[in-house]
Structures are given as structure tokens and as C-alpha cells.
């Protein structure tokens, strides 16, 4: 557009200068071009001059009649003029009459303000000298609180004109009254039967009187203390009755009481501020407040403690109590803030799981002490070697079994159903614990300490007592332990792999293996001894000197090879054979140890056959060439062979000493021969390592040869060959 | 000190410490049915640690046991010859070292006892223990009382047994009292009224008892031990339980003896070879002040005590030895018969055993400076 303005050559625009249009016009255009331009532009003007002298005769029209228009107005305005001066004229007179008006009135009225006041005052001085009679008869009425009302409200009246003679005897009156109702009030305060909401109310009102905040919450306390006290020997004469109700009577009466105390009070002075008091009296009282609770709280804790430990009955009922007496216990902590009740139930509750894992534990203890007493009678009773096995079975059965048993009695503390969780506390986790390490472990050692007694020197029991009793311990540590503690362990979420505190599973299997190994070798020993008993007397009553030329082996030692069977049949069933040294223990096998142990003695007879001579140093050139072999070194292990080994390691060593002890004729040395070998020929099968045996029945017949009488002693045993025959005929 | 080790060459079951010697004298028996029976005298010098040996002949025959005197250089022995059971007081002669030369000695008296009309079977000849003139002869279920005269020993006492079992052997409980081994069990007989049991620990074992000593400091108390591989000591004034026990031995236990100057020592030995040396504090003559003490304190005790008293109490807990075996003694390859205390020196003893190894051994300094500090 601006372009278009600043273009000279458009005819519309301001800026159209002719002669350059023309100029142009004449430069760019032909002749018929400019013709043709000069025509339109003729005929464009033409157009414009008409249509501009339509346009002038419409507006000329128009501007005649407003001209008429504007005439005309101009005369109606005169005359409003004229009107509005009038008006502003009447007005005027109204404001003057109006103030006038003002004026007069203004008198009238102040005398009746004076008027309306002064009735008032009247008014509240009758009120006041019908005070002393209104608060009498409410006081009759024990409408206390009004009457409390009434005397706030007229107090400072009376404290203002009390210098008046006519007031003084209205304030005089209404103090008396008041002091009166004061007394009535403290001993309604005091009163011990008052239901603690009352006290609330009757506290306030004294407030209200004036009373001193700090005396009077003193006395508060101390009032409901003893209240308090009172229940609680109330209550511990109901310890006959049962757990839940002696707990219910505990909630309704003792508990609330003392919530409702401690709640008012709260109200009345910890949550106020008293002008009257220092700054300190809300931490006193808090602090107050705190040692009441607390104290009567322990009191009454103590007592239930008592009631739990007298408890014998059902865990379900006494869980249930103490669930409910927890519950209580708990919303009692939301009193107030500022109020720590330190010791609640859980605590409690500790104790009773506490308690009842001793009770437990005294149960298991004493069913395993009579499955043993029982097991002992079943062994001394039935003499038959019945099945061992069976025993043990039953006896590991019942006992994991029993303890099985507690561990989930016990559970029921756990469960969720309860209010309270004892694994929160830190002092429950190791209570939780303590089910692990009191009960089933301590259960586990007594084992271990029980069993072990019965191998003690002063203890006399039956050897397959010992050997049942082994058997357990082995089968204890063999998965028994491990059982129970994963049990126990998942039952009560205890983390005892980590834990250093807990006892771990190797040491108490340790401690039960050595058991087993103690009650082994007391069983060796015992048996070992019975053998033992039979060569002895054997020994010690038979005449060696005049007996006569041996034509059998003694009975006695067929007796000893009999029972020595017996015991090794009995441990075959319960113990692992071992390592036998044979594994073919046929009739060739034998042979060859009969040869071995006679070439074993024609080395002995070399020996002995310059015994005269030189005896005592071909003993020693013997001793030194034999290796030294403790007999008594090896030590048990859990295997028949080992076992057996043992017992007739002690057997021979007893034969060994009897025959040391006494003296031979050539047919008592002969009869020791004929013994020695019978007893070789039976009890290399018993044992892994027959050379002890061998050892031990050279040393037995070279006793016997040093032990005898002839001149030539060795000379005087018989020709293996005839031995054999003896033995063999049998 | 080391051990000392001498063999003999020959079985030995008896040996004796000479009570009446300044010197450190130990006499071995041999036990020999066909040859020639000889006493070993051992004495230990103990400046050089060296042993001075002789040998006195003994071919009355083997001997079983010997017994020493403890007011007089006297020893008893017992032996066998031909199948018959003698005893025999045999006296030691002076100055037995004065002549290196002399291999074998011969005692200087040697008067058999008569016992001959009494029985068989003699298992013991024991000096009394004041009166050097007083012998006491265990013999099959009687106890010969012995009176030595100038000339012949008398028999002026005689105990006998209601029941037909044997003795196994018996020793002095004080002047008017003989214990004996019984069966299982123990007597003591008043030597004044004969066969009046003044006491009786019926069944101490559950076996026969092989052994027994009297604790020579504190009264009332005997050590027992027997085939049940037990040492059990008793209060005879409670003749159900012992005040103490312990099995330490695999086998019969032959010999025990309480330390003469330390009773809480005991020496046991028995047919597993081995010697132990057990401590039995509790029932000790030694059971001090600060033992008891220490038991008071502990009742009272709630562990505010002042940390020097505690530092007391350690050192004397320390001190105490702890009841048990202290030593085993493992150089005998045999049955051990007898292991004897030294007379003149608490600290050493004597061990021998079958094979004819005797064995001076020497208390371990470490528990000799915990009994002595």
C-alpha cells in the first residue's frame, strides 16, 4: 500500500503527480494504447463528477435539519434550570429544620443512658447480697459446680467493694460458705469410694476455689495410690481364680483406675498452665505422674508375675490372659505424652515363656530319666538279649519325639493372633532364644551329662545299658541333633549359623560323640570285667600243683569263648563289624594262624630251652626284638571288631596277671597250654588284629613256664601236636 | 632330673623304700621259682644323680614282698620255697658300700618267723608302727601279731576272720588298728581286743582290692585300690561313698601310697604298666586355709571384690594343684607290682615292674614349686 502511495503514477493515490503518469504514459504506450487510456480516464471522470453531486445534495439535506434540531434544545433548557433552583432552595430548609430537631432531643437522652446503668447496678446488687443464701442452697442442693459458677462470678465484685460495710458481710458469708464447700469438695476428693470421673470434676472445682495446684496434685496422687493399693490386696486374694478372669478383674478394676487417674490428672495439671506455679510445675507434676504410674505399675505387674509363676494349667489360657492384659497394657502407653510406662507386659510375657521352658525342660528331663528307668528294667528283667535295637529305637524315638513335642507347644507364642510380638523386644529375641539354647540344648547336654553318669566309677548298671545308652548318643550325633536344632531353628526363625552367641550344632555333636565313646568304653570295660571275673576265679580256685595231665581244655574256657560270642552277637545287630583282617575265615585261614602262632611259640621254646642257662637275657633279647606293644593304647571306636578287641584285651591281661600269681606243676603248665590254645583257635575271629591276642597268649604261657615248678620248665610243654588233638577233640 | 633305669635280671614283684635311712634306698625283691633269689639294693646319689647298687643274696627263696621298718634298718620279707609260704626280719647291714669289691652281701640277721602252725598262705609281714619290736603277719584269714624277743619272735596276738575268705594283705592303720583287705572290701581290727572290727568299708570295689595306704598325716583317711581299675579314697568315719575316685588305669591296679610329706600325692601303679601319679588336693592333709576360704568366699562372693584380693585369690587358686592325674609314667613295658615314695626324699620315687625294670623317677619340678610356693 505504502508503495502504492509513494507510486506517482496511480491516479488513486495523494502522491499522483500528472505530468510523470504522462510521461510514462506517453514513454511505454503506442498511440491506440494512449487513446484508449485517454478515453477511459475520460470517461472515469465523468463517472466521478456525478456520483460527487449525488453525494452533496443527500448531505445538504441533512445538515438542514439538524440546524432545527439544535434550535429547538436550546429553549428547553432554560426552563430545567429554573426548576433545579428551586429544588436546591427546599432543601436548604430541611437541614436547618433537622438540626434544630438534634438539639432538643440531645438532653432527653443522656438522662436516660444514666437511667438504664443505674438499674443495672441495682440489679446486680441484689443479685450479690441473695448470693450467700443462692450458693447455700445450691451447696444443699450439691450442685457444686454451679455453686462454684456463681461464686467466680460475684468474687470480684465482692473483692472490690469488699471495704464496704455492706458488702463485707455478703463476702464474709459467701467465704464461709465457700471454705465450707472447699472442705466438703476435699473430702469429696479424698474419698475413696468416688468414681475417678467425679475426681476430675471435684479437682477442678477446687482449682477453681483457689487450691494450690502443687498440693493438690500431691494429694491426688497420693490418695489414688492408696485406692490403688487397696485393689491390688483385693486383687491378690483372687489369685485362686483363673488366669483370665484374675486378669479381667485386673483390667476393670486396677487398670482403669488407673488409667482414669492418670488421665484426669494428666488433664488437670500437665497439659495446664498455672499462673499461680512456676514454670517447673508441669515437669514436676510429669515427673510425678511418671513415678506414680510406674510404681503402682510394677505393683500390679509383680502381682500378675506371681499369679503367672503359681500358674500350672493350660498355655492357651494363660497366653490369653496375658494377650488381653498386653492389649490393655498398650493402649494404656497412649495416656498422655510425656508419660513412660517402662515396664509392660512383654515383659511379663518374657517371663512366662521363660517359665515355661523351665517347666519343659523339668518334663523332658524327667520322661527321660523314667524311658531310661524303664529301658534299665527291660534289660534287667528279660535276660534274654532281646533286640537291642528295638530298645534304642524306641528310646531315641520317644525322646526326639518328646522334645518334637515341646518345641511346638511352645510355639504358641509366636502365634500371630496374639497383640503382642516377643520378637520385637530384644530382650524376647534372646527369651526366643533362649527356647533354643535352655531348653533344647541344655535338654541335649543333660543328655549327654545323664548318660555319661551311668559310666561313672560309683554306678552300676547293666553292660547293654551302656551299650543302648552308646547307641543313642551315636544316634544323636549321627542326624538327631541336626534334626532338632533345624527344627527348632525353623520354627522360631533363629539365625543360628551366624550367631555367636548360640551353640552350634558340631559342638554339641562333639560333646555327644564323646559321650557315646565314654559309655563304649565303659561298656568294654564292664564286659571286660565280667570275662575277666570268670578267668580269675578259674584260676585262683583250681589247684595248679596237683592237678593232673590235661586231657581237655578247662569248661571255664569254653564259657569265656560262649559269652564272649553272646557279646559279639549282641553288638553285631547295633555296630558295624569293623575291619577284619580275614576276609575269608575259612578252615585253611585257620590253619595257617595255627601254624603261625606255633612257630610263634617253637620261638618262644627256643628261647625257653636255655632257659636255665641264660634266661633272663634271652627274655630280654626277646622284649627287645618284639616290638613293644601297648595293649591298652588303641582306644575304642564304634565298631564291633574294636570292641571286641577290647574286651578280650582286658580278658587275656587278667588271665595274664592270675597266672603270674600262682605256681605250676608240669600238668598245671600244660593245662595253661591246652588253654592258651583253645582260646587262639576262637578268638582271632572276634578282633581286626590277632597278633595282640597272640602277644598276649605268649606272655600268658611264658608266665606259666616261669611260674613252674620243674627244672627244666619249658622241656615240659606239651608237643603241639597233642595240643592240637586236645583242642580239637573238644 | 631325669629318670634313672636300672634292670635287673630277673621277675621282681616287691620292692621297698628303707624308712629308717638318711639315704635314698630303695630294695627290689626278685621272684624266681628255680634260682637263685636276691634283694637289689638301690641308693640314689642325688648330687650326681647316680645310682649305687649292691646285691644281698636271698635264697631262702622267691620273694613275694617286702616290707621295711620305720624305726630300725629292718626288712621283712615274705617268700615261697617249695611251694611253702615263709616271712622273714632281715637287718640291714652298716656301711654296705665300704667294699667295691664285694658283689653280694649277706644280711647281717636273718630270723624266719613261726609261722609255720598258723597256715599257708602269708601275704604280708608289717612293722609296727612305733614299736620296732611289734610285727603284724597276714596269714590266709589271720593276722599274726609278733612280739621279737631276744630271742624268738612270740606270737601274742591273733586275729582271725569270721568268714573263711583269705586276706589279701593289710597294713597299719596306727598303733592298735590293722587294716586288712578283705574280698572286695577293707577291715580294721583293734590289736588289743582281738576280732574286734573296729571298722569296715564292706564293699570299697566292686572287685577284690589289691592295695591299700593310710594316710599317714591325716587321720581317718585310707586309699583303697583293686582289680576294678579304681583308686578310691575314704573317710572310714563314711563307709557308703569315698571322697574320692578315679579311674585312671586300664587294668588291676597293684600298689598305691600316699606322699609321706605331701598326702594329696599318690602313687598307683598296676598291671597296664603304667605308673600314675594322681593329686587328690580335696582330701589332702594340705587342703589349706585358703581352699577353704576360697569356697567361703565364693558362697558370698557377688564380685565386687577388690581386684588385688582377686589377684590373691588367682595365686592361690593357682597354687592349688587341681585333683587328677598329674604324671603318667610310661617307661615300664610290664606290669607294674609296686611303686614306692622315697622315705627321705618327698620328690622321688621308685617304680618296678615284672620284667625286672626299676625305674627312679622325680616328681616333675613344676608341681614340686606349686606345692612348696
Redesign the interface.
Known sequence: MAERHENPYDMNSSSFDADKYLNKLLKSCNLKQIMDTEAIIVKDTQTLTSEMQTLVYENYNKFISATETIRKMKTDFLEMENEMKKLADNMKEITDSSDQITGTLQETRTELTKLTEKSALLKKLSGISSLPSKLTQLVNERNYIQAVQEYTRAKRVLELYGNQPSFKGIQEDCAVIMSNLQTILKEDFQRADKKTIHLTETGDLLLQLGESPSNLSKEMLQFATQRLHDELILLSDQTERDMIDFVDIGIEGFLNDLTLVTSSFYEMFVTKHFECEDDSFQELARSNLNEFVNKNMTAYLNLVQERVESETGDTQILLRALDRLHRRLCAMKNLGRGIEISRTGIDLIIHSVQQLCQTHYKILKDSFNDNLSSIRLTLVTSKNDGSLTELIDTLYVNTIEKVKGVLQDLLVFLNPEWSFNIKMDHKGISCIEGIRENLLVAFLRHISTVVTSFSD??S?CPANLLLVLSKLCLKLEKGGIRSLLNLVDELYEIDSENSSVLTHETELNSEILESAKTLLDAYV?VQG?NV??ML?KSVETRDW?NCLEPRSVRAVMKRVVDELTNIDGTLEELFESGQLNTTTSSDSSRKTHFSMSMQGKSQYRSTLSNF?SSQ??N??VH?LFSE?V?I?NSSVDFSKVSIMSGIIR?SL??L??CV?LR?FSKYGLQQIQVDAHYLQLNLWRFVADENIIYILLDDILGSAV??????N?SGMLMEPNAVDLIVERF | MESIIY?I???ARSLVSQQDAEEIRFFIGTQ???GKNQIHLLEVDDDNNKLKTKTFSHEQGEIWKLTSCPTDKLLASVY?SN?VMKSAVLKIPENVFLDPSVETLDFEDVEVLDTEPHGTEIKTTEFHPTNTNVLATVIDSKVLIFNRAEAKSQVVAEITSKNSAKFAGGKWNNSNQFVVMHENGVKSYDTRESNHVAWEIPNAH??PVRDLDVNPNKAFTIATVG????L?IWDIRNNK??VF???DH???IFSVSFNKFHDQLILTSG???KVLLTCAASCSSETNVSTMSRDMKEKDDDGDDDDIEEEFQLKTRKSQLKDGVLEKFEQH?D?VYCAEWCSADPWIFCSCS???RVVVSRIPKKYKYQILL
Open positions: 566309677i560309683n552300676s570295660r570285667m575277666s571275673q580269675r600243683i636255665t633272663a637275657d627274655s630280654l622284649r613293644r601297648d591298652f582286658i591281661k587278667t595274664l596277671e603270674r605256681t616261669l611260674r613252674c615248678l620243674e627244672k620248665p | 634292670g635280671e630277673f621277675q624266681m621259682i628255680n615261697s611251694l566292686i572287685q582289680d576294678d581299675c579304681t578310691k561313698t569315698p575316685s578315679r579311674r586300664q587294668h588291676w598291671s597296664d604298666g613295658e606290669s615284672w620284667d625286672g
